[in-house]
């Protein structure tokens, strides 16, 4: 990460806004990369100064050319790197030199080759560092900012491609490829980028870094990027908090999601995939929406830039086919919004204006034969929904493609939308050129976006409804929610280096942070159990209690359901001939006599440290449930009671909370608390804790009890 | 369904092929239907005579025009009505009278309209069958066959498409303009249907009869279509046997997902959508490929028609990005396929031949540089993995655009992949013409397709390498498999109709057909209790026996584990007391004393009357898994012994049936034997069976007993 970026001064402004630029490697050449990037500059139409740098040349391409940067008459914002691997840490340092603020490096050859590759990468670093400058790159595909002809590249794919008037959305990519692309598709649908920042390896701008400068730049409305591995997840949580502060959302498509796409990650980047199941715990958590795909960065970029947002999720489709209808409904509640039975009284009004073959419900279907001869009846049911309260979202399916803006009834039609605070948009079957109404720009000139698509369009519906909760929960707070935080408790003596602690270990420190934990002791002899078991009332739970049998059943060192005296000896000599035979070398601290606790729901908690994110929570159910089912959620240390919450919301089982078969619900709110407690501990202790299992965690109607733990420390 | 049709003689041939049509409602108005249809068969070079019916006109668009279909002097094969649905009944009965052998009707007004429409739709089929008429709609777009310019609409989308070499695929549709849409997207993209058929309100013919005739058309290798709600489910599944048999694929995508979708979908056609559980398991046990969407139809399509299937599910992606590598590997994990690591011999050899910076890592990755410098080197990969017996199936995504047809590292390519029997295809990102490499021609007259898309190409081979597994599956074996049947039982006389049987009731009937049930007797007095728990031995369960208390547990019906004489008296008193205060007017056969069964894994078998399906059966695991995950499968009856085993493979949670923690795997040849033992019993008496619930059955390391039961009748 760039240290010496300090927002507050916009630090990255030198690069999205550079007064001057010069071209290291500019060349008279065609296709060389120096001259495909000097015309992209002049062809945008970039106002600044330009020096193309050149140790053998006089004038490239009309421009006075200059043999190296110290002979550049005045201080140079921006230097662009179009020179080998090999000339490139020499052009850095004279630019550093020189006073040049910020550098685009697009030569490979860096961390993607591998070990040499790296210590070059370093180097790079090393310069950006001590010369204050903010490098792109290397082996990335440049830099646009496409309001003041800054096109940072000599990618044709980018060079090429015509703007659209509208460009408030930035793009962050760590993929040159697949963001060209990307830029690409937006721009056939309609969406020119602010930004596009290609951040290549990362050497010192990382794709935070871009993030977080989108997030402070007043006229960028959406920052949006494809991510295969973020190095900086603290920066981007909080970079969250500020941008559903502002209403700015961050829309990200993370890659990586199977384990093979994960190994295609790490081989491609370098960087460190994490496990999926946390990204999606952490963009939960964080506000952060989660793109599926490229296009869905174009549909949810459309959708909140009509400066609306959904107030719900209840969704009528208004088509003039019935299958296209059934499609989205389907696509609809798939995604989680609700296609809500209109009243009678709506379906009434409705069916008023509407011939007899057309259908009031929803889908609400005007039919093709509606639709060719009679198109203004599609704003009949428009006239009824935007006075309906049980509807929050209207989708125009297939809408008719003959009218225009002189229209009548489409001015009327788009003074009802403006008007109204139903979220309202039209999708249309992709069909290449002939997908678009014919009225495509003066809808989406009055806000109402046209988005060709099937799933896309439905999906980032779905997604701005749960953004526009999160941006809800987060301003109808009376206070900003906090992550709960008590003392730090004094638990360092408990956790030796590098080892796993035996359950009373463990239990000892999860009782100082407040977890319940069974009444028990260590007993060294069998008179010391019998004292023990006597003490704590029958019946008793007997385990053996080493640091070295993390697995006790498997060596046959668990005794359930003890009754009595009697019970009590056999158990204990059971236990110490099994454990004797099954693991002689393991310390030994003594038999665990237990109180047993009653039957109640089974779940588990645990933590486990990720390279990427740090400490991460994990919730399930027990038992099977976690072995068989993988029913767990997870989010990232430390948490606030709201997400502790949702990880509950979170799994498929929540129903078994609530209490099945007659049993009572259970007490979701000590889980709360343990959640939170562990977040704490781990917090406390980040650098000397590596993973938690607290497993079983029996919770009752009321309190919990942990059954069972395990601490591994680093 | 259209009872006078024989397949055997190919009875739609009149419809497809024929000689002569008669056009009523011809017109020269422009854009009348009458017009727009007479035009389209010109323009598209319809062979065969025409004959324009039109009481007042004597030349249309230079044909000699009819007054009535009874002066045209020779016999017609086809009438196409595009007169108003008031005229259409004369028409009929006139063309029939007249020797007509087939019609397509696109008038609307029928069951679309509710009551009224439904009874002329009933007068139509009358007519139908009285002249043997194989009637197509009404209110449908009507029927192409564009190998001989039967272009029988007047649909502009559909007039006006150019067509494609290839004509191999025939499409059925019950949404017209859905219909229409998909037509035109799968030209975009390349492929023109053979057949397109629109059936509309499917008055006399059904979307089944068309599939049948497709299954039977030499010249049509797959049938395909959209479906909201199927009406000849049975004849759908003899089909499908059929198609597996000769390698002809049933694509079909079904609408109707969601409850929303299926609400529209009612209320669209009319017909009855059945649960999309049930069509999931219907096309699972039938090996009919279903189709997510319109696109999937197509790319699965342009897969097929290479005429080569995949040998397995092992996929190696060759990319020149990364990221795209990277998100196809995610798809293709997400949808069954393996990105399997490739060995080290393989990735050796791989590594000889490409730079360094590249990966020979899955996804193999040439690198943006290496597509524009190198392009050459994507052929380097393909070299080495034809010859790698652990990859099935080779996924080129961004192939190089510049490569043409004589590029001849592009000839030495495609020879590779026609000697290979390794399933290969090139992927490209939807950037509309931008999308196709300039081979792209030459590359799909070799057999190798280009399919544009992100997750439709992936998804579609996904569904090929299983179609695959059901196509060999089905001919591996040495006798195609039969539904196991014994002789039918007689349990009629235990079937009274349309009540709800008592457990007692209900385990008899299960016992009948080899079901082994608990051990118990019915009590009326103390006594007989005690006696029949003597019997069994301890512990017992008593429960009240009547068919006017299924459930229960809520009324205090049922003790368990009791121990000795006392206990069974005590609980006859309590069950007694229980029942006559919470249900005074149940009619009570007495308290059933039964074997208290030892713990085992409890599952459930269930079966429900589908009015698409008949009977359908139930498997799932039993107690919360049941009411809180809904873990369970569906599979119409009657059943195989595969479908038996392939429900139980289906579950989330079958690693519980393979023994966790510890347990020993359960009997799963005992619960195929129940699955098997249900489906005979419903299927001999589906008239009289209208739900079973076995629930829970509980199976052991061996064996497997039916603790409770539950018989509805009709």
Redesign the interface.
Known sequence: MMEHVQVEELALESLSQPKSIAVFGASEKPNRIGNLQLKALLNAGYAGDIYPINPSADEIEGLTAYKSITNVPVEVDLAILCVNANLVEQCLIESGKSGVKSAIVFA??YS???EEGEKAQARLKEIADEHNINVVGPNC?GLLNTTNGLMGTFSPGLTDVPLHDKREVGFV???????V?TY??AA?KGLTFKYFVSVGNEADVQFSDVIEYMIYDPETKIASG?L?GERSAEKLRDLSTKALEINKPIVIMK???????S???A???GSLAGSDKIYDGFFKQTGIVRAD???DIISFSKLFLTDKLPTGKNTVIVT????????E??R???YGL??H?LSDRVRTEIEKNIP??A?A???V?L???AAITQPELFIEPLKVLVNDPDTDNIIFT?FPTQWDENTPVLQEFVDLCKKSDKFIFVTT????D?SYPKATEYLEANGIPVIVG??NPIRSLAKLADYADSYRAHHNQPVIEEVPTTEKVNVHHLLPKDTTLSESQSTAVLREYGIQTTEHGIATTVDEAVDIANKIGYPVVMKIDSEDIPHK?DVGGLQLNIQDEAEVKAAYETISSNVAKNCADARINGISVQQMLPQGTEVIVGVTSDETFGPVIMFGLG??FV???KDVAFRVAPITRSDAASMMEEL??L??FHG???QAPVDKEAIIDVLLKVSQLVMDYKDEIQEIDINPLIVYEEGIVAADALIVTK
């Open positions: 490979s050859g993607e080759i591998g595909v990519t760590q993929s040159g490829a697949f963001g692309l690409i598709a056939q494809y295969e890659s990586g999601r199977s384990d093979a796409g190994r295609a990650a081989s491609h980047t795909d490229y296009d003039s086919s019935g299958g296209r209808g059934i499609n409904a389907d609809c509640e798939s609700k296609i039975e007899e073959f259908s419900a929803n889908p279907d039919t093709a034969e297939e079957f992709p069909l290449g002939m099937d799933m059943t038992g099977v072995e068989v089912f498929k089982g129903e078994l099945v078969r007659g």
